[in-house]
């Protein structure tokens, strides 16, 4: 089945930005479109925003200004840089699948990386 | 502050039933599918409910989802302590040129 696993650092300092990588393996990028969700500590989730595999995006406006999202369909990847972190930013990001633009139904779940924004 | 409104806790017995409510507006629920999320301590979400009412392939039809103008239901019956964990609701909000929202999450406790 389609698994999902994000990378990327740890810990990024305050004003730098922050970039992270989902590999999709089991099954194609292509056709789906890929969302990138956080979730502060001990808080509720926030739906960053998505990419489709064609490249076309739509961000959240509470973050639209500082995100931008890319894919790599040759090697089953798509990115999420955001810039200018602040300590509000420090959260697990999960990346997640959807079946259509407009569906909050994501599934699968990459297991999620903790990102620290700390000096 | 979340866009769409949930209970923070609710309880009950093993083998009892539960409710969570998740209550939205026009542009939200109102005009969207509903989605519903577990996820117990530690691990990232699980897709438990989509399309309102749907069960993706492996969850129990202990898990029950229904939608009513604005508002949305989850039902979990025969209650097990493994159900312990934090529920989510989420739709698509077509304000602000579209995007993903989610409750503010219920944590459920099975006593």
């Known amino acids: 089945q389609v698994q999902l696993q994000e990378s990327g650092p740890g810990l990024v300092k305050p004003s730098e930005t922050l970039s992270l990588t989902c590999t999709v393996s089991?099954?194609?990028?292509?056709?789906?479109?890929w969302s990138w969700i956080r979730q502060s500590p001990g808080k509720g989730l926030e739906w960053i925003g998505y990419i489709f595999y064609q490249g076309s995006t739509n961000y959240n406006p509470s973050v639209r200004s500082r995100v931008t999202m890319s894919v790599a369909t040759s090697k089953s990847q798509f990115s999420l840089k955001l810039s200018s972190v602040t300590a509000a930013d420090t959260a697990v990001y999960y990346c997640a699948r959807g079946d259509y633009y407009d569906s909050s139904a994501f599934e699968p779940w990459g297991q999620g990386t903790l990102v620290t924004v700390s000096s | 502050q979340s866009v769409l409104t949930q209970p923070p806790s609710v309880s009950a017995a093993p083998g009892q039933k539960v409710t969570i409510s998740c209550s939205g507006s026009s542009s939200n629920i109102g005009n969207n599918y509903v989605s519903w999320y577990q996820q117990l301590p530690g691990t990232a979400p699980k897709l438990l409910i989509y399309e309102n009412n749907k069960r993706p392939s492996g969850i129990p039809d202990r898990f029950s989802g229904s939608k009513s103008g604005t508002s949305a239901t989850l039902g979990i019956t025969g209650l097990q302590t493994g159900d312990e964990a934090d529920y989510y609701c989420g739709a698509w909000d077509n304000s602000l040129s579209g995007r993903g929202v989610f409750g503010g999450g219920t944590k459920l406790t099975v006593l």
């Open positions: 089991g099954g194609s990028i292509s056709g789906y479109y």
